[in-house]
């Protein structure tokens, strides 16, 4: 089986007209059961993270600014990041799914989870939100991996169409935790150039492959598995995230690099491919972009259905 987050207060991270609104989300219920894939999941409840294990990565204080801006009636935290009365709540519970999902994977109750959370965070800073982002989910629960559940070593795949500078930035100097990014680039928040490989004990786990709009999609698809394959061999991860965005595709409205719906499916096997070689198959998979609703839920389906073929079921 494959354990599903999903939960109706996502919704409630209201955004107006925004690309990163509850739509993006709605209605994947009716749809997971039309396709049986439903049945092919676990559902689980789970807690709103802590604030001690928030602040492995972020500042208290910087939580605690989400939290006034909430209670005050919402507000823009940064030119993209739009904040409202229950954003605070829903932002947790975002967090405290991927943690979730780390324990149970961790104490083997499954291989495989998704978490279909709003609001996304691989732009998310320590102290700062960026690009629709308020708290770094996949690094929420890589670092609980790593400090708590005694996971020697964690890799973060992200095929998000923009690059996941918070991420990056958190594990920067971390030998502990590869980060892995295919994105387009030159775009939007300017980081991710092959240069970048990680600093101090950290230098070498981070592996960036920047690529330009117009790319052919054969082209994407193989310089990802080869270059996933080397890095995988390099860092030997024993758990693998994915930060998985879905606005490569071409009829996505903000990022639009030329991906098809079935080119998610080749990407996920591969990293399924690389879980099974290095981490006995364990991959947790976090929402991140994707702006075109009826698009977005054609790709998480295809997603799923992929990661739910691999477990038997
Ligand atoms: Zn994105």
Not at 94 to 120: K, M, W
Request: proline share 4%; net charge negative.
């Amino acid at each position: 089986m494959t354990l599903l987050y999903q939960d109706r207060r996502f919704l409630n991270h209201e955004t107006g007209a925004h690309p990163e609104r509850s739509a993006r989300i709605r209605g994947l219920d009716e749809r997971f059961q039309a396709s049986r894939l439903e049945a092919k999941c676990r559902r689980v409840e789970w807690d709103e993270v802590s604030r001690k294990r928030l602040s492995r990565v972020h500042s208290l204080a910087y939580a605690d600014e989400i939290w006034a801006m909430a209670k005050s009636g919402g507000g823009d935290m940064d030119a993209d990041t739009v904040v409202s009365p229950d954003s605070y709540g829903v932002a947790m519970l975002a967090a405290g799914s991927v943690i979730d999902a780390t324990e149970r994977i961790v104490r083997g109750e499954d291989t495989q989870a998704l978490c279909l959370v709003r609001p996304p965070g691989h732009h998310a800073l320590m102290n700062r939100a960026m690009g629709f982002c308020l708290f770094n989910n996949v690094a929420l629960g890589a670092v609980t991996a790593i400090d708590e559940l005694e996971v020697d070593r964690v890799l973060i795949v992200d095929w998000d169409v923009h690059h996941g500078n918070g991420t990056q930035h958190t594990f920067w100097e971390d030998p502990r935790v590869g980060f892995f990014s295919i994105h387009r680039f030159p775009f939007y928040p300017g980081t991710g150039h092959e240069d970048e490989t990680g600093g101090g004990r950290g230098a070498g786990t981070v592996k960036n492959l920047p690529v330009e709009f117009g790319i052919e999609r054969a082209d994407y698809l193989a310089l990802f598995g080869d270059a996933l394959d080397k890095f995988a061999a390099h860092m030997k991860p024993d758990l693998i995230f994915i930060s998985a965005g879905f606005d490569a595709h071409h009829a996505d409205p903000v990022g639009s690099l030329g991906l098809e719906t079935e080119d998610f499916a080749t990407l996920t096997n591969i990293v399924l491919d690389t879980a099974a070689t290095h981490a006995a198959g364990r991959v947790i998979s976090v929402l991140e972009g994707g702006y075109n609703p009826p698009v977005l839920a054609d790709c998480l389906e295809t997603h799923l259905a992929t990661m739910a073929k691999r477990t038997g079921t």
